[in-house]
């Protein structure tokens, strides 16, 4: 099992950053790849980045690049999303998640099998 504890989320104004963890415990040495995602109200969640954990390769989606950073502290069993230049339609709760086998495919949510908590992102104009 692996426990993952989301953190971060906040209230910021159109513009601004913030910085998302996910402190991932128990069977970490199983993880394969860890990602985020994210849910707005009566929205389907949606990916958001994705890292793999031992060699660091990253995927993100089309609407966050250039404004989100995904890295991760293998060290620490931390993963993070750095999110700058925070725009309204970034708020959702955001979900860590991980995935403990290898596939080509980040972004699919079907294939993670642990989930954080998830945080709020409250971004206003």
């Known amino acids: 099992q692996v426990l993952l504890i989301d953190s971060g989320g906040g209230l910021v104004q159109a513009g601004g950053s913030l910085r998302l963890s996910c402190a991932a415990s128990?069977?970490?040495?199983?993880?394969?790849?860890m990602g985020w995602f994210r849910q707005a109200p009566g929205k389907e969640r949606e990916f958001v980045a994705a890292?793999?954990?031992?060699?660091?390769?990253?995927d993100s989606a089309d609407s966050v690049k250039g404004r989100f950073t995904i890295s991760r502290d293998n060290a620490e069993n931390t993963m993070y999303l750095q999110m700058n230049s925070l725009k309204p339609e970034d708020t959702a709760v955001y979900y860590c998640a991980a995935r403990t086998y290898a596939t080509l495919n980040f972004r699919r949510q079907d294939e993670y099998s642990y989930w954080g908590q998830g945080t709020q992102v409250t971004v206003s104009s």
């Open positions: 890292i793999s954990w031992k060699v660091g390769i990253t």
């Open positions: 128990g069977r970490t040495f199983t993880i394969y790849n």
